[in-house]
């Protein structure tokens, strides 16, 4: 028997709400939050646990990292103005995007470094070319 904390009302051990006054019992179910020993609480086998780990919100703080990085990457890769710093924080996001994500998009940044370099490789030897070519002639 149930003793209602309101009125006193002693009540069945299956009673939801008090026969006198009305008022809910508490409900206590086994399949109910327990305390695991890893500091989070979980309830029956198949649901997820009510705190995210740490793993959890680190992977999500990369995710979004990574984001960060492969865009600007790509856009200072792009403007040819930071081509260096921008390989370097596609691979630092390629690292970092542990689900492939952005990996497309610093590949992409990756490929477009290698171009811009290899075009001013050309463009250096055509530069050197003609400036010899012209002093050449000069003489």
């Known amino acids: 028997m149930k003793k209602c904390s309101h009125c006193g009302k002693e009540n069945e051990d299956n009673a939801a709400f008090c ?3 009305g008022t809910a019992f508490p409900r206590i179910d086994d399949s109910a939050a327990k305390f695991d020993s ?3 609480f979980a309830s029956s086998s198949n649901s997820s646990p009510a705190f995210a780990s740490t793993s ?5 703080d990369d ?10 990457g790509f856009v200072l890769t ?7 710093v921008g390989l370097i924080l596609a691979i630092i996001s390629l690292n970092k995007d542990k689900a492939g994500k952005y990996r497309g998009f610093n590949i992409a940044t990756i490929v477009l ?3 811009s370099a290899v075009a001013g490789v050309i463009f250096f030897i055509f530069f050197l070319i003609t400036l010899l070519a012209g ?3 000069g003489i």
């Open 19 to 21: 026969s006198e006054c």
């Open 113 to 115: 470094f290698v171009l």
């Open 135 to 137: 002093a050449t002639a």
């Open 78 to 84: 792009l403007a040819g103005v930071g081509g260096i």
């Open 38 to 40: 890893s500091d989070r």
């Open 63 to 72: 995710d979004s990292t990574a984001k960060v990085l492969a865009i600007l």
């Open 56 to 60: 959890d919100v680190s992977s999500s």
